[in-house]
């Protein structure tokens, strides 16, 4: 079955570093989005990109942060310049249809987890 | 309280029993969508419900949706060990754009 891929599955840096996270969505699926799970904490929407460009982001995808779409496989996240907030499971997702229409599903990837120092 | 609540914040049952936990939310939505994490892994899909449905059913599962309350609910019938892991309830509305709201979970353990 079809799966979003992430690496790496655990970061570790120090606090004013800049780090990259990487995914490779489901092929056919057009709508890819990064969320973002502080430990104990809810699941929270950072970014939605679509067409090679960001179609949604919220307060937390500040200046900080900037996605890619390098390749016709890979969509990255990276975060410019780390700080101890920054610590959480990131999670990226990937979906076929707009999140609204048809079924609307996300289809996520395992996470990458990152401890800022 | 924001977008999508679940209640209560853990429950545990023994295998066999049946299991309910609920979602409140409070703008109109589009789609409800309920999640499962197991610990320290992803989010995996299980059942959406569209704001103009009352009920829909999945294998065990059976969920429904009171727009007038602004409420869901998740239930899971004969459960097994294996659904121990944690339930988020997600919410899409026509203001939000393409982005899902979670609530905080439900962590279900289920006891052999």
């Known amino acids: 079955e079809p799966e979003v891929t992430q690496t790496p599955s655990h970061q570790v840096t120090q606090m004013g570093q800049e780090v990259i996270l990487r995914c490779v969505p489901i092929s056919n699926h057009l709508y890819f989005y990064w969320y973002r799970q502080i430990l104990g904490q809810k699941v929270e929407f950072l970014v939605s990109?679509?067409?090679?460009?960001?179609?949604?982001k919220s307060e937390i995808f500040d200046d900080q942060f900037s996605v890619e779409r390098p390749d016709g496989s890979n969509f990255t996240l990276k975060i410019r310049s780390t700080k101890l907030e920054d610590s959480a499971m990131y999670f990226c997702?990937?979906?076929?249809?707009?999140?609204?229409?048809?079924?609307?599903?996300?289809?996520f990837g395992e996470g990458s987890r990152l401890t800022v120092l | 309280s924001q977008q999508g609540e679940e209640d209560p914040q853990a429950l545990s049952i023994q295998e066999g029993e049946n299991a309910t936990m609920n979602c409140s939310y409070k703008?109109?939505?589009?789609?409800l969508q309920w999640y499962r994490q197991n610990s320290g892994r992803g989010l995996v899909h299980l059942i959406l419900?569209?704001?103009?449905?009352r009920e829909k059913h999945s294998g065990r599962l059976r969920v429904t949706l009171d727009t007038s309350k602004k409420s869901s609910s998740l239930l899971i019938t004969a459960s097994r060990a294996a659904d121990t892991a944690s339930y988020f309830c997600?919410?899409?509305?026509?203001?939000?754009?393409?982005?899902?709201?979670f609530g905080g979970g439900t962590r279900l353990m289920v006891k052999p």
């Open positions: 990109f679509y067409n090679n460009e960001i179609s949604e």
């Open positions: 703008t109109s939505i589009n789609n």
């Open positions: 997702a990937s979906s076929e249809w707009l999140v609204g229409l048809n079924t609307g599903e996300l289809f």
């Open positions: 419900i569209r704001s103009n449905e």
């Open positions: 997600a919410t899409d509305t026509d203001n939000a754009g393409n982005m899902l709201t």
